[in-house]
Each structure stands twice: as structure tokens, then as C-alpha cells.
């Protein structure tokens, strides 16, 4: 029986950023039997358009927008066509790439939404799009779409991240291993440096209550733990293809916060990529991320984080 086709959803706006998303995954994600749809949601009227509805100069402004959606799609069409050479250039076969412009029905972030139900293994999009005022915070759209998107693995493109060197952040979680495994699978066809990360830390409570010696014990006993967790996800993706003299494992201890040792990790090592469990240990059913997910989705900037359902 044949292998069933992978499906990538690419969310654009015709921003630099979505580009920049088109070349990351074009060179980063193995798209081998896999079928990229670029989608995009396009509003008939600029979003500052609902403002001026109650504005008594509406019908000027009414008069200017004759134009603008036929100008707004004809920009993104041109878009798509860019995008979709990237992707050939990339090896993926013009049969495998789908382009879909949608008007906007019940908002943008709904409409991706319900676009994404449709049977994707993953989905990519920028940080941030178009209109972006500060480009230190998450997006509006970008954060619907994370927190409520919570079954499918979630790209999210900030800047131009650099190619070849991945950071698993794990620990002896499902997520964790979830987030090797995916990696192996999705994101290990250009041979890259792949780097399984451990941070170790004690709440800062606890070490007060404790001896130093105590401490030491425990942190030591806890990178006994993780050992065998490097072992298999080692296995995983060597059988998945991934040279292993380019897979080395990493513990960390002694961090106040484990997303910030895992950007600074990242920073350092010149890892372009992050790849996170959406749940960790302490995983809380109300909760829809995990601490640590929720905080490098906040302070990520130049990668591409992904977070794994």
C-alpha cells in the first residue's frame, strides 16, 4: 500500500516574513511525497476600512477602495507565483504545490482555523505579517492560531533562520519525545546538526530548603534519568536516516528558566531551529502549552520554533 502523501499548510500575506517562511520550509522540511498548499486570506477592504464606516467621510473612502481588492489580490497572486518557483527550485513537483486565496468569511485567524482541520501533518507561518508595529510580540493571528491549534505541529518563522543546526529541547515527557520522533521524520532529509537538549534546574524554593551537596545529588541523579531518553531518541533518528556524528546530546544545568537556556543554547550554537513538546511534565489538561513552549513562542525572534502536538 502506498504511502499516504504528507500535507504542509503555509499561511501567507504577501509579507517579507511569509517569504521568508516559503524558503525556510523549501529547505528545511523534507517534502518528499508531501503536498504544500500556500493559503492566504484576503479581506475586501483594508482592516481600518470597519473604522471608517462610522466616519462621516465613509463615502471618500469608499471611493478609494474600488480599486484595492483587485490591486490586493493581483499583489498576491504575484506573491504565490514567487513563492511557488522557490518551491520547485526546492525539488517539489508543480503537482504537489496548491495555491488558494480565500476571501476573509468569519476573520482571518478563523478561517486559517478551519482551513488547517483539513487533514495537514504540520503548519507554517511568520511571527508576525503585515502591519507589524512591534516585532518583539507575537502576531494577533499567529497567536490564535498557536493557542488554539493544539493538535497539529506548529511553525512559527521569525526572521531568517539559519539552515543545518536543530536544538530538540526535551526531557523525559511524551512531548519531548514526540518532538524527536517529528524531527526525524519532518525535518532530517538535509543531513543537519542535530542537538537533544536537557535543562536541569531546581525551583529556586527548593534550593533554599536544601544543602548544597543535596542539591548536586539531585541534579546528577536526574542526568542519570535523561540518559536513556538520549539513547533511544538517538536510535529513532538514526534509523530515520540522520548520520549520528551529527546527533550529540547536551544537559544543561543550573538554568532559572529552561526556554531561556534553550534560546540562549540556540543563540550560541547557531541552531536555527527549535523543536519543543507543546506539553512537558507537568503537563495540566486545562492548560493548552506547557511553560516552557508558551515562553520561547514570546521571546523567539531570528528561528524557527516549532512546537509538536
Known sequence: MANRRKRI?????????????????????????????????????????????????????????????????SQIREFMDRACLVLANAGVPDDAVKTTVVKRKEGIARDILSEA?????????????????????????????????????????????????????????????????????????????????????LPIEYEQLISEDHAQEILESAENAIKPVFTKIRKSLVAAGVNPDRITAKVIKGAGSRALALLDEAKHGRYGTIVVGR???????????????????????????WIVA
Not at 21 to 42: C, D, G, I, P, R
Not at 279 to 302: D, N
Open 279 to 305: 506539553r512537558g511534565v507537568s503537563e495540566v489538561p486545562e492548560f493548552q502549552m506547557g511553560r516552557v513552549a508558551a515562553k520561547l513562542t514570546q521571546i523567539s525572534r531570528e528561528v524557527a520554533l
Open 117 to 201: 482541520q483539513k487533514g495537514y501533518d504540520a503548519v507554517a507561518l511568520g511571527r508576525r505579517g503585515l502591519g507589524a508595529v512591534d516585532e518583539s510580540l507575537l502576531g494577533s493571528v499567529a497567536s490564535k492560531i498557536l493557542f488554539t491549534l493544539t493538535h497539529i505541529p506548529l511553525c512559527l518563522v521569525g526572521g531568517k533562520p539559519r539552515l543545518g543546526r536543530i536544538l530538540i529541547g526535551l526531557d523525559n515527557s511524551a512531548g519531548g519525545l514526540k518532538a524527536a520522533d517529528f524531527t526525524a521524520k519532518m525535518l532530517a532529509a538535509s543531513n543537519p546538526s542535530i542537538t537533544l537538549a536537557n535543562i536541569l534546574r
Open 9 to 73: 499548510l503555509l499561511v501567507v500575506d504577501g509579507s517579507d516574513q511569509a517569504f521568508e517562511v516559503v524558503n525556510y520550509v523549501s529547505k528545511a522540511v523534507n517534502l518528499w511525497q508531501t503536498e504544500v498548499v500556500l493559503f492566504h486570506v484576503m479581506d475586501r477592504v483594508p482592516e481600518t476600512f470597519w473604522d471608517w464606516e462610522k466616519d462621516p467621510t465613509s463615502p471618500l473612502a469608499l471611493e478609494h477602495m474600488k480599486n484595492w481588492e483587485t490591486q490586493k489580490e
